[in-house]
C-alpha cells in the first residue's frame, strides 16, 4: 500500500471520526475541540501525503505552527460564544 | 622518441576524465534520472510550484480570515447562528468531505502516473477525480435548492451571508479545479498534472477547514 493510499485510509477515519461525534449529541467545548483536533490532522495529512510536504519537513512544520494557530483562534472564538 | 615524464601523462589522463565527465553532463539524462529528479525535490525545498504554494497560502488565508470573522460575529448571536445552522445539510456536507478527499487521493495517484511515464493510468484516474467534483457540486446545488425553497437567502441572517459567502466561494474553486484537472489530463506532463493535483488538494485542505466550522460547531 502506497504512502498516499495510507493517507487516503486516515482521512476517511478522522472524517467517520468527525462525523461521529457530530451525531453522538455532543454540543459546545466537549464538541468544538475533539472536531477541531480532528480538522488539524485531517489539513496535517494532505500536507504531508497529498502535498508532498514530507519532503519537506521544515515547511511542514511551518505550515502546521500557522494552522495550528488559525486553529487555536477559532477554539477560543467558539469556546466564547 | 623519449618516454613520457610521469607528470605529463597524469596531466593528460586528467584532461581526459575531465573531458569524459563534460561529455556525460552534456548527455540528456535518461527516464529514470529525469523521473527522479521531477520525484525527489532537493531535501528541504517545497516540491512542485512555487507559485502554486503561494496560491495555496493565499487561499489559506482569505478562507482562514472569513471564518475567523464568520466566528467573531458569531458571538454577537450565538443562538441565531445555532438555529440558521440547523437548516444546513449536514449529512450532505459530510458525505462531500468524503467525495473530496477521495477525489484527492485519485489525483494524488495520478501525478504519480504521470511521473512514472503511464498517461492512460493517469487519464484514467483523473477521470473520476472530475466526477466526484461533479458530485460534490450537485450535492452543494441540492442543499442551496432547498435552502431558497426555505426563503432562505444571503440576507435573511448574517449566518446565511458568510455561510452562502465561504461555501460559494469554495465551489467556485472546485468548479475551477475540475476544469484545470481536465486539462492537464490533456497536456499530461507531469509537472502539468502535478500542480493540477496541488490546486485540487488546496480545495480539499479549504474544506476540510472550513466543515466543521460552519457545518458542526
Known amino acids: ?81 | 622518441m623519449t618516454p613520457e615524464p610521469d607528470a605529463l601523462r597524469s596531466l593528460r589522463s586528467s584532461s581526459r576524465g575531465h573531458r569524459d565527465e563534460e561529455t556525460k553532463s552534456n548527455e540528456e539524462p535518461s527516464r529514470e534520472e529525469k523521473s527522479k529528479t521531477h520525484d525527489e525535490p532537493p531535501p528541504g525545498h517545497l516540491p512542485g510550484e512555487l507559485l502554486m504554494w503561494v496560491l495555496i497560502l493565499s487561499e489559506i488565508a482569505v478562507f482562514g480570515a472569513g471564518l475567523l470573522a464568520f466566528l467573531a460575529v458569531r458571538l454577537s448571536d450565538p443562538t441565531g447562528f445555532a438555529e440558521a445552522q440547523t437548516h444546513l445539510h449536514r449529512t450532505g456536507a459530510a458525505a462531500n468531505t468524503l467525495v473530496l478527499v477521495t477525489s484527492g487521493w485519485l489525483a494524488a495517484l495520478a501525478s504519480q502516473a504521470a511521473e512514472a511515464g503511464q498517461v492512460r493510468r493517469l487519464r484514467l484516474l483523473l477521470s473520476p477525480a472530475v466526477l466526484l467534483g461533479a458530485v460534490f457540486l450537485a450535492l452543494k446545488a441540492t442543499e442551496y435548492a432547498d435552502l431558497f425553497a426555505q426563503g432562505i437567502g444571503t440576507e435573511t441572517h448574517a449566518f446565511y451571508t458568510f455561510s452562502f459567502l465561504l461555501t460559494g466561494f469554495h465551489a467556485a474553486h472546485v468548479l475551477a479545479g475540475m476544469v484545470l484537472l481536465a486539462l492537464v489530463g490533456w497536456l499530461a506532463t507531469p509537472k502539468a498534472v502535478e500542480t493540477g493535483a496541488a490546486f485540487w488538494h488546496m480545495v480539499d485542505l479549504v474544506w476540510v477547514l472550513l466543515f466543521p466550522v460552519v457545518y458542526l460547531l
Open chain 1, 1 to 81: 500500500m502506497t504512502a498516499v493510499t495510507k493517507a487516503w485510509g486516515w482521512l476517511l477515519a478522522l472524517s467517520a471520526a468527525s462525523t461521529g461525534l457530530a451525531a453522538s449529541g455532543l454540543t459546545g467545548s466537549g464538541l468544538a475541540l475533539p472536531v477541531l483536533v480532528l480538522s488539524g490532522l485531517k489539513a496535517h495529512v494532505i500536507l504531508r501525503n497529498y502535498l508532498r510536504l514530507a519532503t519537506a519537513p521544515g515547511w511542514l512544520r511551518g505550515f502546521d505552527l500557522g494552522l495550528s494557530l488559525l486553529i487555536l483562534s477559532f477554539a477560543a472564538l467558539t469556546l466564547a460564544a
